[in-house]
């Protein structure tokens, strides 16, 4: 009787986890607008209104994903500004500041649930939604 009673919880729990964990693309969308648009554009083609003005231009994020892989770690390294490695210019804004709050569980790729602030959590999953 125990062991249906243990997974029983374990389900509940992680039940729980899936329904607070990954934000939805629309909370992700109003803070790429607010945050991203001036240059990155309103649908993250990287045609804002501030684009022209940087060399190289705002990334179009609408192609980020690669063989079929939309790159989670590295999107989420290159917003909070931990990790620019292979960025060709340095215009990119750091968001690590404006991005601290309550955390969710994302996956990144690997399998392990990353404790990652929400707020990057939901501009992570509207950039995947955008994919072509
Ligand atoms: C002030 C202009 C500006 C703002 C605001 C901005 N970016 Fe960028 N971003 C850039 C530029 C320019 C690049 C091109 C890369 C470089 O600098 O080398 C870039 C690159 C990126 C990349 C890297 C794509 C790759 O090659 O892997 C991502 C992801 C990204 N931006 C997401 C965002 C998100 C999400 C926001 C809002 C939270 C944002 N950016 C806000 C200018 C901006």
Redesign the pocket.
């Given at each position: 009787m125990r062991i249906p009673l243990i997974c029983l919880g374990l389900a509940g729990t992680l039940l729980a986890c899936t329904e607070v964990s990954m934000p939805e693309p629309d909370e992700g969308q109003q803070?790429?607008a607010a945050?991203?648009a001036?240059?990155?554009g309103p649908t993250g083609q990287g045609d804002g209104p501030?684009a022209s003005s940087?060399s190289?231009?705002?990334?179009d994020?609408t192609k980020?994903t690669r063989d079929g892989v939309f790159?989670r770690a590295?999107?989420l390294s290159?917003?909070d500004g931990y990790d620019r490695t292979g960025?060709?210019?340095?215009?990119?804004?750091e968001?690590g500041l404006l991005l601290e709050g309550d955390t969710v569980p994302v996956d990144v790729g690997d399998g392990v649930l990353t404790p990652t602030p929400r707020p990057l959590a939901a501009?992570m999953a509207y950039?995947e939604s955008i994919q072509e």
């Open positions: 803070l790429f945050n991203c001036q240059c990155h501030w940087f190289p231009k705002p990334t994020l980020l790159p590295r999107v290159v917003i960025l060709p210019g340095k215009e990119m804004p968001f501009l950039l």
